[in-house]
């Protein structure tokens, strides 16, 4: 990537999957982006040769991820899905001894 400018985006209403999802589309086919954290801000890295995001583009990537999570919250009530569910882990026996 020769030229590539990172820069840090903060995450707030933004997705992980749709920003994953939608870079490339917004900075072009070399962008790359990564959870990352900025002076205790959590958001994404993000590396591209491309220019930079616009506000009109974070906006609509803040409003494709209200509706991914939308549509994700639907269909978990739909399957009745408990997402914290326990899951059974070998337990080892103590002897004394």
Known sequence: MA???SYFLPGFGISR???QNEIRYHCGPDAIVRPYTHQGRDGFLLTTSGPALTKAQIDDLKKSS???EEKQSRRANEEDVFVNQP???AQRIR???
């Open 87 to 89: 899951v059974a882990v």
């Open 3 to 5: 030229g590539a400018n």
């Open 17 to 19: 999957a749709v920003i």
């Open 66 to 68: 209200r509706d991914y």
């Open 95 to 97: 002897r004394s001894g």
